[in-house]
C-alpha cells in the first residue's frame, strides 16, 4: 500500500501576522467560544422552565414524571458534554499563557565575511579591478553599477547628483552586502593611482562597523569641464 503526504492547498491571499496579533487571536477564540457555550447553557435552562410551566408565554409543560425526567436526562447530557468542552478550553488558555511566559530570544547579530574591493564600473586603470568614469559638464545626474571583484558582480551602485557647485557621491549596496570603507577619487584628470587608500576622500577614516549607504559632498567650482570618478568601497557579504 502507498502511501503519501497529505496536499496542502495553496491559501490565497496570503496572511501576515505578528506574534501579538496570533495571541490576541487565540484569546479571542476562547472568548467566543465562552460566548457560544453560555448561550447554550441558558438555553437548556429555559428548556427546564418550559416543561416545569415557569417560563412565561409558553405553554409547554411536562405530562408525566416520565417526561420530566427525560428532559432532565437530556440537559444533563449536554451540560456534561459543556464540561469538557471547558476543560479543553482550560487547556487551550493554560497553552496560550504560556507563550506569555516564554522569553523571547533576541535576534542574533549577522555575520558578515571578507568579499573584496568593489568599483564603480567604467574604465578599467592601474592594477587589480580598479576603473574610473566620466561626469560630464551637462551632466546633473548619473548612476553606475558597484562591481564587485574582476568580474564586476553588482553589489549596488554609485550615484552622482549636481548641485550648485557641489558633486554629490552615494555608495549604496543592495542585500546581502555591506561596506565597512569607502574611498573617492574626483578630478579633472583621470586617476593615475589605483591605490584607494591614497584617494582624497574616504570614509570612515578607521573601519570598525559597516554601512549600507554613504554621501561624499564634494566641491567641484574648480572643474568646468569632464569630472573624473573613482569609487571604491570594501566589501563584507552577509552569510
Same mark, same amino acid.
Given at each position: 500500500?502507498?502511501?503519501?503526504?497529505?496536499?496542502?492547498?495553496?491559501?490565497?491571499?496570503?496572511?501576515?501576522?505578528?506574534?501579538?496579533?496570533?495571541?490576541?487571536? *487565540? *484569546? #479571542? @477564540?476562547?472568548?467566543?467560544?465562552?460566548?457560544?457555550?453560555?448561550?447554550?447553557?441558558? %438555553?437548556?435552562?429555559?428548556?427546564?422552565?418550559?416543561?416545569?410551566?415557569?417560563?412565561?408565554?409558553?405553554?409547554?409543560?411536562?405530562?408525566?414524571?416520565?417526561? $420530566?425526567?427525560?428532559?432532565?436526562?437530556?440537559?444533563?447530557?449536554?451540560?456534561?458534554? !459543556?464540561?469538557?468542552?471547558?476543560?479543553?478550553?482550560?487547556?487551550?488558555?493554560?497553552? !496560550?499563557?504560556?507563550?506569555?511566559?516564554?522569553?523571547?530570544?533576541?535576534? @542574533?547579530?549577522?555575520? /558578515?565575511?571578507? %568579499?573584496?574591493?568593489?568599483?564603480?564600473?567604467?574604465?578599467? &586603470?592601474?592594477?587589480?579591478? #580598479?576603473?574610473?568614469?566620466?561626469?560630464?559638464?551637462?551632466?546633473?545626474?548619473?548612476?553606475?553599477?558597484?562591481?564587485?571583484?574582476? =568580474?564586476?558582480?553588482?553589489?549596488? =551602485?554609485?550615484? $552622482?547628483?549636481?548641485?550648485?557647485?557641489? $558633486?554629490?557621491?552615494? /555608495?549604496? =549596496?543592495?542585500?546581502?552586502?555591506?561596506?565597512?570603507?569607502?574611498? $573617492? &577619487?574626483?578630478?579633472?584628470?583621470?586617476?593615475?593611482?589605483?591605490? +584607494?587608500?591614497?584617494?582624497?576622500?574616504?570614509?570612515?577614516?578607521? +573601519?570598525?562597523? &559597516?554601512?549600507?549607504? &554613504?554621501?561624499?559632498?564634494?566641491?567641484? @567650482?574648480? !572643474?568646468?569641464?569632464?569630472?573624473?570618478?573613482? %569609487?571604491?568601497?570594501?566589501?563584507?557579504?552577509?552569510?
Amino acid at each position: 500500500m502507498n502511501m503519501s503526504f497529505p496536499t496542502i492547498p495553496s491559501i490565497t491571499p496570503s496572511i501576515s501576522i505578528n506574534r501579538t496579533q496570533v495571541i490576541n487571536l *487565540l *484569546l #479571542a @477564540s476562547i472568548a467566543l467560544e465562552e460566548l457560544g457555550l453560555a448561550h447554550i447553557i441558558n %438555553a437548556e435552562g429555559e428548556k427546564l422552565q418550559a416543561v416545569l410551566g415557569a417560563l412565561p408565554g409558553l405553554s409547554v409543560k411536562a405530562t408525566s414524571i416520565s417526561g $420530566l425526567l427525560s428532559v432532565n436526562r437530556e440537559v444533563r447530557r449536554t451540560l456534561q458534554t !459543556i464540561i469538557k468542552n471547558q476543560m479543553l478550553l482550560q487547556f487551550k488558555l493554560e497553552d !496560550i499563557m504560556d507563550i506569555f511566559s516564554t522569553p523571547t530570544r533576541p535576534p @542574533s547579530p549577522p555575520i /558578515f565575511v571578507d %568579499a573584496g574591493s568593489a568599483w564603480g564600473v567604467g574604465i578599467e &586603470y592601474g592594477t587589480g579591478n #580598479a576603473q574610473y568614469f566620466t561626469f560630464e559638464s551637462t551632466d546633473t545626474e548619473k548612476t553606475v553599477v558597484l562591481g564587485l571583484g574582476a =568580474t564586476n558582480i553588482p553589489v549596488g =551602485t554609485v550615484h $552622482l547628483l549636481r548641485q550648485g557647485t557641489n $558633486l554629490l557621491v552615494t /555608495f549604496t =549596496t543592495d542585500f546581502p552586502y555591506v561596506m565597512n570603507q569607502v574611498h $573617492l &577619487y574626483v578630478g579633472a584628470t583621470a586617476p593615475v593611482n589605483s591605490n +584607494p587608500g591614497s584617494f582624497p576622500y574616504k570614509y570612515p577614516p578607521a +573601519p570598525d562597523g &559597516y554601512f549600507t549607504t &554613504y554621501t561624499f559632498t564634494v566641491d567641484v @567650482s574648480g !572643474i568646468p569641464g569632464t569630472i573624473y570618478v573613482a %569609487a571604491h568601497a570594501h566589501i563584507l557579504q552577509q552569510v
